[in-house]
């Protein structure tokens, strides 16, 4: 699945509930909002951000109909087994920057694990799923949270457990599973949400936390590393973070030939090179 239209997103879209547990942002870092704006022009001329969201959860739950409802506004209620994975790229303008959420559906029987897994691996986001109407499907959320966190052990992943199908339920029966999920959300440290793919409940709200927070990850992991690279001098920044070009001492055979007639640059020749653009 491939989807081209671009969604904006202007504001840091809120935690599900303020009793349950969520990451701490509620808005976009000053840094992230001014780096942005400084580079917003020569990032779009490049190829966009990208993170990864993997979607995991036993069979049935509604791991395919959730995506299904956020990427094309659609619901299917026969249910179709996923065969190994699927995946989704939804295309994002954030803080006026190309941003791309790649959305992979994994397959929740045991027998196509092994492949599963396999893509699991240099996740940004990962949403756990389970069906709201079948609390039993809450239980082995423990043992999807160990999987995922077993294959990103840079302790940069941000997990989502979601209860699905939450229209199904009764008031009181909803408070009640809420109230389980949030227990187990709060032992694992990670932020809970109630959806329902049928009626669009919270769908689009949920994707869009989920975006946002990889963006200011990734930006502020960018960040960081210039920082690094300009304090350190391996590389020249000007003060918004961009990159100065690099001059070495000698061209190549082909580059320096009518140039410098294959000897060292002489310093004449720098001026005529930085204005030309050779590098």
């Given amino acids: 699945m491939n989807i081209t239209t671009e969604r904006i997103i202007k504001h840091f ?21 001014d780096y942005c704006e400084q580079n917003a022009s020569q990032f779009n001329k490049t190829d966009p951000r990208c993170a990864k969201c993997i979607i995991v959860g036993e069979p049935s739950v509604g791991k395919t109909c959730l995506i299904n409802r956020f990427a094309h506004d659609t619901f299917e209620s026969e249910h179709k087994a996923t065969i190994g994975v699927d995946f989704a790229v939804i295309k994002f303008k954030i803080l006026e920057t ?57 302790g940069q992943l941000k997990i ?40 669009g409940e919270n769908v689009d709200n949920l994707f869009n936390r989920v975006t946002c927070l990889c963006f200011e990850d990734i930006i502020s992991a960018t960040i960081k590393r210039k920082e690094e690279e300009k304090r350190t001098k391996s ?41 030309k653009k050779w590098f």
Wanted: glycine share 2%; charged share 20%; proline share 4%.
């Fill in 98 to 154: 190309l941003f791309q959420l790649q959305i992979w559906d994994t397959a929740g029987q045991d027998r196509f694990q092994s492949i599963a897994m396999n893509y699991y691996k240099n996740a940004t986001a990962a949403i756990i799923v389970f069906d709201m109407s079948r609390i039993a499907t809450l239980s082995s959320c423990r043992s999807w949270a160990e999987k995922v966190t077993g294959a990103n052990r840079d």
């Fill in 235 to 275: 590389v020249q920044y000007h003060e918004n973070f961009v990159r100065l070009p690099q001059y070495p001492a000698i061209l190549s055979k082909k580059s320096f030939k009518s140039k410098c007639k294959g000897k060292l640059l002489c310093c004449s020749c720098w001026p005529k090179i930085i204005s």
């Fill in 13 to 33: 879209p809120q935690s599900y509930s303020t009793s349950a547990p969520s990451y701490d942002s509620a808005f976009f870092d000053s840094l992230v909002r």
């Fill in 160 to 199: 989502f457990l979601v209860g699905t199908k939450a229209d199904s339920l009764s008031p009181p029966a909803r408070e009640f599973v809420e109230k389980e999920a949030i227990e187990i959300a709060q032992q694992l440290s990670v932020e809970f949400w109630a959806v329902s793919s049928q009626t």
